[in-house]
Nanobody, 121 residues
Framework: QVQLVESGGGLVQPGGSLGLSCAAS????????MGWYRQAPGKQRELVAI???????DYEDSVKGRFPLSRDNAKKPVSLQMNSLKSDDPAFYYC???????????????WGQGTQVTLSS
């Protein structure tokens, strides 16, 4: 059983920083890509950042230069460092992985349960 275990999130002041981490547990054959999505109240879930198996990254425009995404190697946790947080950033942040297990013949999407990021007033 594959699970995505998230950590981080919480309350932070505007302009502050917060880190999120996501680790995939269970028996995994291969990870195509991992990353983070977010969903604010009344809005659709949107991609924040992803990292591919070759370590290339892609970011939503509003977080480019502020939210670097990193991973030590292909099966290590991915870390999203959120800097200069502003009013558009609060949301539930969800880890996502597109991976394949040893018994599966295809890649599938897996989601974490979500962690909330909130700005203090």
């Amino acid at each position: 059983q594959v699970q995505l275990v998230e950590s981080g999130g919480g309350l932070v002041q505007p302009g502050g920083s917060l880190g999120l981490s996501c680790a995939a547990s269970g028996t995994i054959f291969s990870i195509d890509h991992m990353g983070w999505y977010r969903q604010a109240p009344g809005k659709q879930r949107e991609l924040v950042a992803i990292i591919e198996s070759d370590s290339s990254t892609d970011y939503e425009d509003s977080v480019k230069g502020r939210f670097p995404l990193s991973r030590d190697n292909a099966k290590k946790p991915v870390s999203l460092q959120m800097n200069s947080l502003k009013s558009d950033d609060p949301a539930f942040y969800y880890c996502h992985a597109f991976l394949r297990t040893p018994i599966a013949w295809r890649y599938d999407s897996y989601w974490g349960q979500g962690t909330q990021v909130t700005l203090s007033s």
